[in-house]
Every structure is written in C-alpha cells, then in structure tokens.
C-alpha cells in the first residue's frame, strides 16, 4: 500500500480560515491590512518560487505582500540600511529576508538591525537565541510547519529517535530545537556526516532540509518512518523535494509530499507570525 500520505493542504486550508479572519480584525482596527515585505538579493530560483508562494497566500488571507529586490552584486550595508528602514516602518508588520544570500553578504550582518517583533521568520539573533534558550519566539517557518503538521497528524514527539539532515539556520537547526523542546531524542547530521545512512535508517522520524533533489533514497529509511521532506529544490520551473518520493514511500510509515506537504504550511506561518506573533 506504501506510505500514509501527510498533505499540508487541508490543514492549510482551515488554518488559512482562522487567518482570514484574524487579518480582516486587524484591517479593521487599524484602517489598513498588514503588511509583510520579502527581501531578495541576487536571483536564486528557488527564493523566488517561494516569494511567489508566500505572495499568493497572503492575497487569500487579506494581507499585503510586497516584494523588494536587489541585484546580486548589492553591498552587505545597503542591504542592511534597507533592512533596517523596514523595521522602523510603522505600516510594515514582518519582514522576511529570503535566503541564500549573495555570498559577500552575511546573513548576521543584516538580520541584526531588525527588530524582534518584525523577524517573522526568525531569523535574527535575538529570535534564534530565545529558540535556544526554549523562550517564546519567533521560529523559522519551515520547522514551525513540521511541527504543525505532526501535532496534526497525532504524531508524537516525545521519547522517539529524530534525525535531523541539513543544519542551516532555517532548516536543519531551528528544526532540530523545536524536536528537542518536544522531548525527542535529536541526531543532526549535515554534508560532513560519515556513513549518513547509517544514521538515517535508526530515525522513527527523519526531517530533511539539504537543498539536492532526492537526496534521500529508500536505502536510507528504515520501514515505517515518518519522513518530512522540507527541500525546495527547482527544476525546470518547479519545486521537488530532497526526498525520492517514489522510491521513499514504498517504506516509509508515512511521507510528506512536495509539492504539497510542508509548503502551504510553510507560508501560512509567516502569515501567522505577522498577524498573531510568536508561539
């Protein structure tokens, strides 16, 4: 029969109705609809598949969404400055720095000057450290998606084994943290890990968020795994997963698709983090 399929698209969909509701409050009480801006240095594909995503969620809800571009060869201050102007902004309620940046360009660099409450998507130093530290936070929008979507499925977190590939500041790391605050035992493995499938094959749950197309075959799962395939690799115009979903769902427990997993998840966090703040 293969694996339990874990679409995001129905939670999406009665998530997306408390949204709705909660931005035509504000509209309301505030005389406008908020406001989240994306940030984009450079041309990276996959960022601006998903600004389009993140773009046409907030149209459903009722937010405004802009979109704020900067060519590749942008310096590290202006960026910063632009960051830095948002957050003072009073009709700008979230930003979202999209990533990879340019390399000349450090992410720290210009998280720094956002303010807290407007770092929807947990990306500065003062959300990530509250992330580590277990006080309320923003929290990257990818993890907090796959936490959504196994409290939905009843999936507990508690006492299982969680194996974590790819360690990156929106992916890996905050994922890691929250599966770790849910009392799960963590292992997070990243490009330098020797024999990863090894590693894989112990998971009851295994998170994935490298970035390289059907990066996790079959061979690395052991039966009955829950896999969430955050990857948001784009060929050819469209999104695919790191996951060999094919191959994967003939013995996983259970399987995330891409599309349609964690992505409509994954954008209505930001919205959730602009409209309500932090979990």
Not at 20 to 42: D, F
Not at 262 to 270: S, Y
Request: with cysteine.
């Amino acid at each position: 029969m293969g694996a339990t399929i874990l679409d995001g698209r129905a939670l999406a969909d009665a998530l997306r109705a408390r949204l709705v509701a909660e931005a035509e409050r504000i509209t309301r009480e505030r005389g406008r609809p908020a406001n989240l801006t994306l940030v984009a240095a450079g041309e990276d594909p996959t960022a601006a598949l998903y600004a389009g995503q993140v773009a046409r969620s907030c149209l459903r809800v009722g937010l405004d969404c802009v979109l704020r571009t900067f060519p590749a060869d942008t310096s590290e201050t202006t960026l910063r400055a632009e960051i830095a102007a948002l957050g003072a902004r009073t009709d700008v309620d979230g930003v979202v720095l999209l990533l990879p940046l340019p390399r000349h360009i450090r992410q720290r660099v210009v998280t720094e000057v956002l303010p807290p409450e407007k770092d929807v998507d947990g990306l500065g130093p003062r959300n990530a450290g509250h992330l580590m530290l277990g006080f309320p936070s923003f929290v990257p929008s990818t993890a907090d998606a796959a936490l959504e979507l196994l409290r939905s499925a009843e999936i507990r977190l508690r006492g299982q084994n969680v194996v974590v590939i790819g360690r990156s500041t929106v992916g890996g790391k905050p994922a890691a943290l929250l599966f770790l605050r849910e009392n799960a035992t963590v292992t997070l493995c990243h490009s330098r890990t020797p024999d990863l499938a090894a590693i894989t094959r112990q998971a009851d749950i295994l998170f994935s968020s490298v970035g390289r197309p059907r990066r996790v075959t079959a061979e690395m799962v052991r039966p009955g795994t829950v896999v969430l395939d955050a990857g948001m690799n784009a060929q050819a115009g469209r999104l695919v997963g790191d996951v060999d979903f094919a191959g994967v769902r003939a013995v996983a427990g259970a399987i995330t698709p891409v599309p349609g997993g964690l992505g409509p998840l994954t954008n209505l966090m930001l919205i959730r983090h602009t409209l309500i703040g932090p979990s």
